[in-house]
């Protein structure tokens, strides 16, 4: 090999290299900017799920008839196949949830929301709407059974939720026990004690509904043939 050659194989791997080292870097500044835009998606997603279920409880407070669901978000397409009717919806994607994280042989204590969502599909489970993972983030959040985790988009399973809710059943009864008493005063507001009444028996409602639920779900095992496969 002449020396020309030599020194043109020479530039010729520099330039290679610095291409190389041009390439990962440019990548590894592309997944990091990935991770960040994704940690923010599902950041918004939380909220939205949490604005969503502010948005019914205040509609119960004022008298108003809302549907179980947000339409914009559980709402089936028209022409969704037939095989959508087998399909979770509401309270079934929540249990179900639950039950298929409680029949995995290492029982995480925490798992991010796309992970629980994949571990719900290989059980041979199906989410119903126009896009099932915010349908089932959406669910997740409503659970009495499940909290947000210390990173986004992390939830963890809170198994002494029925303890916790019957303690607070127990002080929201408590609650109006007391604003019965006071009532007979002469000097007691009407309208602010009808209100308190108001927004206590809501109160007690939901408590009363989601410790159904988390009991329900808790005292119920896994039924569905494929969660022993997925499982394992």
Not at 57 to 85: C, F, K, M, T, Y
């Amino acid at each position: 090999m002449t020396r020309s050659s030599s020194a043109l194989s020479a530039r010729l791997l520099r330039a290679v290299a610095a291409e190389r080292t041009d390439l990962e870097r440019r990548r590894d500044g592309l997944l990091e900017r990935r991770s960040r835009v994704q940690a923010e998606l599902d950041e918004i997603e939380a909220s939205v799920a949490e604005l969503d279920e502010r948005l019914m409880l205040i509609g119960r407070l004022a008298g108003e008839n809302q549907p179980e669901h947000p339409a914009s978000v559980e709402a089936d397409p028209a022409g969704d196949d037939a095989n959508d009717a087998e399909a979770l919806r509401g309270p079934a994607i929540r249990a179900a949830a639950v039950r298929v994280l409680l029949a995995h042989p290492r029982r995480p204590e925490a798992i991010h929301y796309r992970q629980w969502f994949a571990l719900l599909t290989e059980a041979g489970y199906s989410v119903a709407g126009k896009d099932p993972l915010a349908v089932f983030l959406t669910q997740l959040s409503r659970s009495p059974l499940v909290r947000r985790g210390t990173e986004s988009g992390v939830y963890e399973l809170e198994l002494q939720a029925p303890a916790r809710l019957r303690r607070q059943l127990r002080d929201l009864q408590s609650q109006l026990r007391e604003l019965t008493a006071t009532a007979s005063s002469a000097t007691t507001d009407l309208s602010s004690v009808r209100g308190r009444r108001m927004a206590l028996n809501l109160e007690i409602g939901k408590v009363e509904k989601a410790l159904e639920e988390a009991e329900e779900t808790l005292g119920k095992g896994p039924e569905r043939p494929g969660l022993a496969a997925a499982a394992g």
